[in-house]
């Protein structure tokens, strides 16, 4: 599968966040956790509010004392005053239109295949790699700040 094949299947999900009226982010977790635990990379969930969790996956490096973090966030905001149907995407003139195509799933898809190639390429990286994918980006960062104030819901389990 190609990076634009992610990207439009990211964009098919209406994950509006629920300020918005919107369902929340539980299938975009549904679709990262998926295609990480289809390569074989070490992937988990952080429920940081009911039903909207954070993804995260991991690569082991060379160097368990470093570690370069991806961050990226899952939810999008209302679909409101659109004049293109949100959730069919459509390439044109080279680019991908839909909800959320900019921000920020196709920096979420860009991300999932980089942490994936390096996984199939067989070679460990210098330090580990975490990837996550956090909830509530567009309302109040609690996803991203759940991330660094809960014990237990950081990077590493």
């Not at 369902?23 to 074989?40: I, S």
Request: aromatic share 6%; with cysteine; proline share 8%.
């Amino acid at each position: 599968m190609s990076v634009i094949d992610t990207l439009a299947g990211l964009v098919r999900i209406n994950s509006i966040n629920p300020e918005w009226q919107g369902p929340g982010e539980r299938a975009m977790a549904d679709a990262v956790r998926e295609f990480f635990e289809q390569a074989g990379i070490e992937t988990w969930e952080v429920e940081v509010l009911p039903g909207r969790p954070n993804v995260l996956a991991r690569l082991p490096g060379r160097d368990a004392t470093r570690r370069v973090v991806l961050e990226v966030h899952t939810d999008t905001v209302s679909v409101a005053d659109m004049t293109i149907p949100p959730f069919e995407p459509e390439i044109r003139d080279g680019r991908l239109y839909g909800r959320g195509a900019c921000d920020v799933k196709a920096g979420l898809a860009a991300m999932m295949h980089a942490v994936r190639d390096i996984h199939e390429s067989g070679e460990v990286p210098p330090c580990e790699v975490i990837f996550a994918a956090v909830i509530d980006e567009e309302h109040a960062y609690r996803g991203v700040l759940g991330s660094l104030d809960s014990p237990g819901a950081g990077p590493l389990p």
